[in-house]
């Protein structure tokens, strides 16, 4: 699975570690918008933007999950963990 990760000044741009940002980030992963699509980082990036309070996030994160298998849920479950514990 490719990994996309958005450099820390373009982060910024986009709103930091907002939930929106987060969001908009599941999203770029979910659609292959600029990146091939990979719908366990987006699950990832979703799950954290719903947990930084986006209902949105949490609306597309439901969607996503449905698509995933119970090892990439799992994955994307812990790369989301990892992510918070660091953050």
């Given at each position: 699975?490719?990994?996309?990760?958005?450099p820390a000044?373009?982060?910024?741009?986009m709103g930091g570690n907002s939930a929106e940002a987060l969001c908009e980030l599941g999203i770029?992963?979910?659609?292959?918008?600029?990146?091939?699509?990979d719908l366990v980082a987006a699950h990832k990036w979703?799950?954290?933007a719903a947990i930084k309070?986006?209902?949105r996030a949490a609306e597309l994160r439901a969607d996503v999950a449905a698509t995933l298998t119970?090892?990439?849920l799992a994955a994307a479950l812990?790369?989301?963990?990892?992510w918070m514990t660091t953050h």
């Open positions: 699975m490719a990994r996309f990760e958005i000044s373009e982060m910024a741009m770029i992963y979910a659609t292959g918008r600029g990146c091939q699509a979703l799950n954290i309070g986006s209902d119970k090892m990439q812990r790369a989301a963990r990892e």
